[in-house]
């Protein structure tokens, strides 16, 4: 009897992982053939000048000269202390900002209280990381960046006159690794208040797939291509192919294994 029991837990366990996968891949599909509504022209003289003009940005304003960058202390591992460096030299005039898992749960606590429960309840830290970066996105504006992306040159094209932008992976969809915006955009906002409901889902069985559909790269895919289908277009995080981002072009990987690359 308990033999017929296991084996029949056994085979309902691979039914559900098999939908949970199917499931996976069909919102990858769907995304993946809605995620072309926008796309990313760089202007050729914006790597002469830092201006922006916040009239072209629509009624948000643009994405200020602020880079974000966050670790779980202050101090950062050998691997990674250049980058700090990196972007402060090739921003000289640009606020740059460490957060640590202290001043990021201040930050949720002080200006999303509401958002708390469901932060402080995610099982896994990069959860939280990732709702995070949302949050000081939209309360200050400006460019976060993953730490194992370095600079290699300024990228004042990628905030001249754009009031938000996402960047696609070089595989497929889009990465929450590098993103900017202007402060109080309502995507980002929109992003903040779809968190609690997706912190917990049928699919979610194993830390890879909760992560990534939950608060990570599927999920912040997932809101754009449904932001994308009901808001007008001045409203739209600008959507900037890997290439022009990634290590060829304004980043570079700083370990193996990174985000960041070309197609």
């Known amino acids: 009897r308990q033999r017929v029991d296991a084996s029949h837990y056994a085979s309902l366990w691979h039914m559900c992982s098999a939908l949970a996968i199917l499931a996976y891949l069909a919102l990858c599909f769907s995304l993946a053939a809605d995620d072309r509504r926008t796309r990313w022209h760089p202007a050729p003289s914006a790597l002469e000048t830092a201006e922006v003009s ?41 606020n740059y900002t460490l957060w640590t898992d202290d001043s990021l749960r201040q930050l949720v606590a002080t200006h999303y209280p509401w958002l708390l429960p469901t932060y402080d309840a995610y099982p896994y830290h990069t959860q939280r990381w990732d709702a995070s970066r949302y949050a000081m996105l939209h309360q200050y504006g400006g460019v976060y960046a993953d730490l194992d992306l370095q600079p290699t040159r300024p990228i004042h094209e990628l905030i001249d006159n754009r009031p938000a932008f996402l960047p696609r992976t070089p595989n497929i969809g889009l990465t929450n690794a590098f993103m900017g915006s202007a402060p109080g955009h309502p995507f980002f906002l929109h992003v903040l208040q779809q968190l609690p409901r997706y912190a917990r889902a049928w699919y979610h069985l194993s830390k890879h797939n909760a992560v990534l559909s939950s608060t990570g790269s599927t999920f912040i895919w997932a809101m754009a291509m449904g932001w994308a289908r009901r808001r007008a277009r001045p409203d739209q995080p600008t959507i900037i192919a890997a290439a022009d981002w990634g290590k060829c072009s304004i980043c570079k990987a700083a370990s193996a294994g990174s985000i960041g690359g070309c197609a």
Request: hydrophobic fraction near 40%; charged fraction near 15%; aromatic fraction near 10%.
């Open 54 to 94: 916040a009239a072209s940005c629509g009624g948000h304003g643009c994405i200020p000269p602020r880079i974000h960058q966050m670790f779980a202390t202050a101090e950062l591992p050998a691997r990674w202390r250049d980058t700090p460096i990196l972007w402060r030299a090739h921003h000289p005039h640009w």
